[in-house]
């Protein structure tokens, strides 16, 4: 990996009273075949921005809106942790990715879906 260094890293799902950056890593049930498919979803959560705001002549803190940068700098990051992974024996590949709010906890989190196969033999 280039620059920068991730975030916490968690697997199945991110523990109830985190706050911050981290990378919760997740699979679906793998298939029972030669060729074993999985697909493995890689969220990606920052917190979002922290604005003040003036609402009828207040000053209020708002933090509805996305780190676009950071959720980008994380993901490709992750995205190329990814590139040139196809052997003889196993491949990954990103097949999909999508922000999502996660109502309530005042963040976005990016997820990446990706493909892995792996010869069962």
């Not at 604005?51 to 490709?76: A, C, H, M, W, Y």
Request: with cysteine; aromatic share 10%; glycine share 4%.
């Amino acid at each position: 990996m280039a620059a920068g260094v991730l975030p916490d890293v968690f697997k199945g799902k991110k523990p109830d009273d985190f706050v911050g950056e981290c990378i919760v890593i997740n699979a679906l049930p793998i298939t029972k075949d030669q060729l074993q498919v999985c697909r493995v979803n890689v969220n990606i959560y920052v917190p979002n921005l922290e604005q003040d705001r003036l609402v009828e002549g207040e000053i209020k803190k708002d933090r509805s809106q996305p780190n676009f940068p950071r959720l980008k700098e994380l993901t490709i990051q992750v995205d190329d942790l990814f590139e040139d992974y196809d052997t003889d024996e196993y491949s990954i590949r990103v097949e999909d990715e999508y922000m999502i709010e996660n109502d309530g906890f005042a963040e976005h989190y990016n997820n990446i879906r990706t493909v892995f196969r792996n010869i069962n033999i």
